[in-house]
């Protein structure tokens, strides 16, 4: 396997999907942005969230390799990274994949709206009709922005992020996690996975899984 090659085919199909990412937001250099219309949100969110997982798998690929040893204490978490001279804090991407939600469906809610019966003597007061959702609606995007100078802080710095992984399993081995996680990647699909493809992202995402898995498995036996 070309590894090297491998790695720099991904990353710049990546460059190309967060700088696509970015326009469309209308990002400047590292400033966010405050509100964007609803459509705009929900675009970025179905692109960026493929986008993070494609590139945490590649932080995977690149850290298949690197053995550290575990730290003598836990160090202190922070809160993010400040450039100097940013507007914006960018925080730290997320290395360790978030597992899923398992467990009993939260119960149904009665939709709509209107008088509803609570005794038997009387009724209820009639509710406000909900506010209608418009695609132009502005939403606030200074999260998403963060999640996008996240990524494009982690593509610049691949070896750094290989690192911090590194580490992580260093810790794991030496049994000081909080949680107990045996791989920084969440066990089935990863998230944003679609079967039906409709973006560059998804055909990135798919085979940067693929390679994922295939440097995680254990070497055969000779």
């Not at 804090?89 to 209107?114: H, M, N, T």
């Not at 081995?173 to 920084?184: K, S």
């Amino acid at each position: 396997m070309d590894w090297a090659l491998v790695r720099e085919r991904h990353l710049a199909a990546l460059l190309r999907v967060l700088a696509f990412v970015s326009g469309v937001l209308g990002l400047s250099g590292d400033r966010s942005v405050g509100f964007v219309p609803r459509h705009v949100h929900s675009r970025v969110l179905r692109i960026l969230r493929p986008a993070e997982s494609a590139l945490r798998r590649v932080i995977v690929i690149e850290a298949r390799e690197l053995r550290v040893a575990p730290p003598l204490k836990r160090a202190a978490v922070g809160r993010g990274v400040v450039s100097r001279g940013a507007v914006t804090a960018v925080p730290s991407f997320a290395i360790v994949e978030p597992l899923q939600r398992v467990g009993p469906a939260r119960p149904p809610v009665a939709k709509g709206y209107g008088p509803r019966i609570s005794f038997f003597d009387g009724f209820d007061e009639a509710r406000e009709a909900p506010a209608l959702v418009l695609p132009d609606d502005p939403v606030d995007a200074g999260r998403l922005c963060k999640r996008v100078l996240s990524a494009q802080a982690a593509l610049a710095d691949l070896p750094k992020q290989a690192l911090r992984l590194a580490r992580w399993y260093a810790r794991r081995d030496a049994g000081m996690l909080r949680a107990v996680r045996t791989r920084a990647l969440r066990p089935g699909r990863p998230p944003g996975h679609r079967q039906r493809r409709i973006h560059e992202i998804d055909d990135v995402l798919a085979n940067c899984h693929a390679l994922a898995l295939y440097a995680l498995a254990p070497a055969p036996e000779p």
